[in-house]
């Protein structure tokens, strides 16, 4: 597609019409340096020199930034203000294009109507068909034009700028009789002085007088001559004066009007209301059909004008500017139309958005059917979505996107957002592969700062959730171990803490005091075992006694495992006439009945010779027995 | 014919003399039965009474018949404790018997049969007072 050379400037001068304020930034603002996409493109007077970094820099004040905006087409680029954004980032365009791509196609009678009398009016003013008659007709259309909802009144604004510049007119006849009633006063006021001056007679002094006498008699006449003058001189110079005035104010009431009007037709172009600055520029030549046309604007914009387009900013030059544009308007929505037909939305849509920022308001774009914007739409969205996801790094619904994307418009490149989704994809994985080696290691550090890494490069990994999950659960695992230790401690259930041993002395690896009490608690379990191992070893060579024996002795220590009170309440069945006999031994020396329970541990060891219980019990009491004896 | 008149009083005598035999060694055994026991007055010692309770039977004396088992323990003051097997109604027994330092002339040995005259003590230690082999 050919573009004129004038489009750059035509963009970005109608760019400015966009608010750029809440615009997203593509890119951190470098002050020092512009954008690589910006960068082959005419820079206006500019950015690094303009930007606040320079602290040699004198302030400037401009209104509304620091520069003249300026669209690189190349790149969609728009800079501003030492600013740059990608014009399809933003969120009021993209607000403002959706909106227009919701919108229904303006084929009312109303618009039809409108679209008539606006071409009608332009026609009508054109060189070819422009008299006094056709500029009367084409003002009086004004504010019929100004009655359509389409026009935003701006017609009216026209019109009231021509009847401005007609009265600015009147009162220049004005002036200019009062000029000549003033020259003819002044000439009047020329005679009389003269004619004043002529008149002074004063009685002449005689011969005799004396030198002192002639010298007083000429300084009499001087003053005469002087009184009489001086209304007249007088008045000749108030009449100089008001000549000079009118005439400065003749001049200052064209000069006025003629920047009045050209602010309307640049105000118009910022609008982007090509019609009406073509409406306005003929209106303009016809008024002001002679003499300078030069736009009366500041130096940024005049050096932008110049730079841009090569030429002086002058009322031809803009409109030159908004027929290119509204030129390209009509090219833009053509190439949406055909690309359209082939299915290729990307391309397609970037047509129309450019159509759009330039001719929104073009009868081309207005008239556009809504079931064709539609699609453009559908593809805008899921762009912008897109964009979105891969703004916030969730690679998953970016994937998904670029997937129906491809399906959608044939023409797609993934290749930057699937090059995105993978890198990040990869390298995450690679930062997780990381924190499980360290979560298995214990190495607290490495894993929070890889679990960190991993994050940042994609927040919404599903593994990274897994991830966390599995390592939160571990936590939790942990926490409830070290609770039921403490409860099963609290219970002197040591049988189930030495059951899940290996649970406890993991959740306990950070708890030294709990680590005090599994050990102590394994070691007595230890004991337990030990002697239910040997208890059943003995039980086997058929020594139920002795068998008895171990377990009890063990259960004074640990009366509450179940285990250990399970053998031994087996054995005591077993044994029962041996555990009989100990007990009442026992039971007897408690009474202090050291005779009975003496014998009776004999019989014990009589029964069972090796058995501990009965020795020790003899020789407690034999001692006993010996020292009690008187 | 006069030799009839003599075989008459023969099995007369003959079952006097079987008579007197008899009535002998009757006497004999109960002299010798009675003689033999040295401590027949005092009461034999109840072993269930004194395995159950042996606190209510101190001061009381008691003789008891059994076999050395073992010695338990000895002390020069107080003497020394035997373990003494002995039979009762219950079954086989073993009762712990001090023998106090009086007796220690008593050569006593494992397995040697004595008949016990004992005093229960106020720990209910059987105090060995008088013993007998035998």
């Known amino acids: 597609m050919k573009r004129s050379p004038l489009l750059p400037g035509v963009l970005a001068i109608v760019a400015v019409a966009l608010t750029v304020r809440a615009q997203v930034p593509d890119a951190p603002v470098q002050n020092s340096a512009p954008p690589p996409a910006a960068a082959p493109a005419p820079a206006p007077a500019a950015a690094p020199a303009s930007s606040g970094s320079n602290p040699a820099a004198p302030p400037n004040n401009n209104f509304l930034g620091k520069d003249v905006p300026f669209l690189d087409p190349a790149g969609e680029v728009f800079s501003w203000d030492g600013k740059h954004w990608n014009v399809n980032n933003n969120r009021i365009f993209s607000a403002r294009f959706e909106k227009y791509l919701n919108a229904e196609a303006e084929n009312t009678d109303a618009n039809v109507r409108y679209r008539a009398l606006v071409r009608s009016i332009i026609d009508k003013l054109s060189p070819y068909h422009i008299s006094p008659g056709s500029l009367d007709e084409a003002f009086r259309m004004l504010p019929q034009a100004s009655g359509f909802e389409a026009d935003a009144n701006l017609s009216d604004a026209l019109a009231a700028s021509v009847y401005s510049v007609w009265q600015a007119r009147r009162e220049d006849v004005r002036l200019v009789q009062a000029n000549n009633a003033l020259e003819q006063e002044r000439r009047a006021a020329q005679h009389n002085a003269e004619m004043s001056a002529g008149e002074t007679n004063l009685t002449p002094i005689g011969p005799r007088a004396s030198g002192a006498e002639q010298a007083q008699w000429a300084k009499q006449q001087e003053m005469r001559r002087t009184i009489q003058m001086e209304p007249y001189i007088s008045r000749l110079a108030e009449i100089r004066a008001m000549t000079n005035a009118n005439r400065a104010k003749r001049e200052l009431s064209e000069l006025q009007t003629k920047i009045e009007f050209q602010a309307l037709i640049v105000q118009f172009f910022f609008q982007r209301r090509f019609q009406h600055v073509l409406m306005a520029t003929q209106f303009y030549r016809a008024i002001f059909g002679e003499g300078d046309t030069t736009l009366k604007v500041g130096k940024e914009t005049e050096k932008f004008f110049s730079s841009t387009t090569g030429m002086p900013p002058t009322v031809s030059v803009l409109d030159s500017l908004a027929r290119e544009a509204m030129r390209d308007a009509r090219e833009g929505v053509e190439a949406y139309k055909f690309l359209l037909g082939k299915n290729e939305l990307e391309s397609a849509t970037k047509r129309l958005s450019e159509a759009f920022v330039v001719g929104e308001f073009m009868p081309e774009l207005r008239t556009l059917p809504r079931a064709d914007k539609r699609q453009a739409l559908a593809f805008t969205q899921k762009s912008n979505q897109l964009l979105s996801a891969l703004e916030v790094k969730d690679y998953t619904l970016a994937m998904k996107l670029v997937l129906d994307l491809e399906t959608t418009a044939k023409d797609f490149d993934n290749s930057k957002p699937m090059a995105a989704i993978e890198t990040a994809k990869t390298v995450s994985a690679m930062h997780l592969a990381k924190a499980k080696n360290a979560a298995v290691n214990g190495d607290r550090a490495i894993l929070e700062a890889e679990l960190k890494t991993a994050t940042e490069l994609w927040p919404r990994n599903p593994a990274l959730s897994e991830l966390s999950t599995s390592i939160f659960s571990q936590a939790d695992v942990q926490q409830k171990a070290l609770i039921d230790f403490d409860q099963l401690l609290s219970q002197r259930n040591y049988r189930q803490i030495y059951d899940d041993y290996v649970r406890f002395i993991a959740a306990t690896a950070n708890s030294p005091e709990r680590q005090e009490q599994l050990k102590k608690v394994l070691a007595d379990m230890k004991t337990i075992e030990t002697a239910l191992e040997r208890s059943s070893e003995i039980a086997k060579r058929g020594d139920n006694y002795g068998a008895w024996e171990t377990v009890e002795q063990t259960s004074k220590n640990f009366p509450d495992d179940t285990k250990l009170n399970q053998a031994r309440a087996n054995l005591t069945t077993e044994a029962a006439e041996f555990v009989h006999t100990i007990r009442t031994a026992e039971q007897l020396e408690g009474k202090q009945q050291y005779g009975s329970s003496l014998a009776w541990y004999l019989k014990a060891q009589k029964m069972y010779p090796p058995s501990e219980y009965a020795h020790t019990g003899i020789e407690r009491l034999a001692k006993l027995a010996l020292g009690d004896h008187p | ?134």
């Open chain 2, 1 to 134: 014919m006069a030799r009839r008149a003599s075989s008459k009083i023969r099995p007369l005598w003959i079952a006097c003399i079987v008579g007197a035999l008899v009535l002998a060694v009757i006497g004999g055994i109960v002299v010798q039965n009675q003689g033999g026991d040295a401590f027949r007055t005092v009461p034999e010692l109840d072993i269930g009474e004194y395995l159950s309770n042996a606190n209510s039977l101190r001061g009381n004396n008691y003789k008891v018949k059994g076999v050395i088992s073992q010695s338990l323990l000895y002390s020069r003051e107080t003497g020394r404790l035997y373990s003494v097997e002995v039979n009762g109604s219950g079954g086989d027994n073993v009762l712990p018997v001090l023998v106090p330092p009086e007796l220690s002339y008593l050569n006593l040995q494992k397995g040697q049969h004595y008949t016990f005259l004992l005093e229960v003590g106020d720990a209910g230690i059987l105090l060995a007072r008088k013993m007998q082999k035998g």
